[in-house]
Structure formats: structure tokens, C-alpha cells
T-cell receptor, first 116, second 113 residues
Framework: DAGVIQSPRHEVTEMGQEVTLRCKLI?????LFWYRQTMMRGLELLIY????????DSGMPEDRFSAKMPNASFSTLKIQPSEPRDSAVYFC??????????????FGEGSWLTVV | LAKTTQPISMDSYEGQEVNITCSHN???????ITWYQQFPSQGPRFIIQ???TKVTNEVASLFIPADRKSSTLSLPRVSLSDTAVYYC??????????????FGTGTRLLVSP
């Protein structure tokens, strides 16, 4: 089975431009997480969805960030306008909830974003 | 929100057993303990999960005492390829029952020849 698929893998953009990151969930999963990782702040949970509904977006840094799930298997994370401090690796992860035992999430390979 | 505390870094040599301990004093009754491994330039990867006592799989063992306020990840006979960051997570169970997984700083394990 294919894992979580993210695109683009790498993006370099200029400050002020719109950035859209995409994520395809593992088939059968119904929960979606967006994380951001930097050296300074580590892995931060930005937002997560369950059954297409945003459950908690308290980690979204500011209004420039938005995330959607237009359908059960796909999500986008948009930054508009982008700023250099948004440079980071953005990970998408998915899981199946409820699941036997604790919630195990599966990560994609990440989207490496550089804003210059 | 259950917080975790683990050593920032550990060093070991090939062939040794490595034990990484994580403290989670505020763990809730419904919370599971999960460990992830992250290599450079990759997303975290699930290693092992447990609720109490001992869990073992082909990669590691997880020891959880009766009070569940801590857990220990044990990696038998590590190799150079085990060099990675290891995260201990405890599920947060809000009213929805949905477990929100928050990553801490992790433990950076360096295995030397």
C-alpha cells in the first residue's frame, strides 16, 4: 500500500508568494495531521482533521496559514503570503481513528519549504 | 495535556543495548505510550506502542512500570543505522476521545563504531 504522499517535496519561493502544500492520506485512514519541523522549534502540530472536520487548529501560527480537506483522502496547507520565517519541513500524517490501541500516525516524507 | 521529558542526547557503540527513558507524570488513564524514530530528511516512523508492562516487537522493547509515569525504550545491540532521534509520545484524550499526538524534543541517539 502507498504511504502518505506529499507534494511538492521541495519548494523555493519568494517572500510574499502563495505556497500550497498537498497531501494524500493512506487509503482507509480518516484522520489527517499537519506538522511543521524546524531546528529551533522541533516538530509542531499545526492542525488535525477527523473525518474531514478540523478538530484543533490551535497550532496554526497565524491567519496566513490555512488548511482544508476537500475530500476524505486529500488535504492542502496554504500559506499566503509566505515569509522567510515559514521556511521549514512540513509533514503530513494520517491515521485511522478509532483504532485498536492508541492512535498511531503515519508520516509522509515531508515538503521542504524555503522562502527567500 | 500529558507532557513528556526525555534526555536530549545519548551516545552508544555498535553492539550495545540502549535504553532511553521517558517521564510522563501526568499520563491519563486512557493514554497509550508511543515511540517514534526519525532519521535525517525523513518523517518520523512508528517503532512501538504500549499501555502497561512490557511490549516487544522485532525492533525494540518497551517497558512500562505499574504507575505508568515513565517508560523505557530498549534497543538491543544497536548498529550505526540506529542513529536517529527518538520521540516518546503520550496520547492526549480530550472530550472527543480523539488522541492528539504532540511531539517533544526527542532524544538524539548517536551510535559510533
Amino acid at each position: 500500500d502507498a504511504g502518505v504522499i506529499q507534494s511538492p517535496r521541495h519548494e523555493v519561493t519568494e517572500m510574499g508568494q502563495e505556497v500550497t502544500l498537498r497531501c494524500k492520506l493512506i487509503s482507509g485512514h480518516n484522520s489527517l495531521f499537519w506538522y511543521r519541523q524546524t531546528m529551533m522549534r522541533g516538530l509542531e502540530l499545526l492542525i488535525y482533521f477527523n473525518n474531514n472536520v478540523p478538530i484543533d487548529d490551535s497550532g496554526m501560527p497565524e491567519d496566513r496559514f490555512s488548511a482544508k480537506m476537500p475530500n476524505a483522502s486529500f488535504s492542502t496547507l496554504k500559506i499566503q503570503p509566505s515569509e522567510p520565517r515559514d521556511s521549514a519541513v512540513y509533514f503530513c500524517a494520517s491515521s485511522k481513528y478509532p483504532d485498536r490501541g492508541g492512535n498511531t500516525i503515519y508520516f509522509g516524507e515531508g515538503s521542504w519549504l524555503t522562502v527567500v | 495535556l500529558a507532557k513528556t521529558t526525555q534526555p536530549i542526547s545519548m551516545d552508544s557503540y555498535e553492539g550495545q543495548e540502549v535504553n532511553i527513558t521517558c517521564s510522563h507524570n501526568n499520563i491519563a488513564t486512557n493514554d497509550y505510550i508511543t515511540w517514534y524514530q526519525q532519521f535525517p530528511s525523513q518523517g518520523p516512523r512508528f517503532i512501538i506502542q504500549g499501555y502497561k508492562t512490557k511490549v516487544t516487537n522485532e525492533v525494540a522493547s518497551l517497558f512500562i512500570p505499574a504507575d505508568r509515569k515513565s517508560s523505557t525504550l530498549s534497543l538491543p545491540r544497536v548498529s550505526l543505522s540506529d542513529t536517529a532521534v527518538y520521540y516518546c509520545l503520550v496520547g492526549d484524550s480530550p472530550n472527543t476521545g480523539f488522541q492528539k499526538l504532540v511531539f517533544g524534543t526527542g532524544t538524539r541517539l548517536l551510535v559510533s563504531p
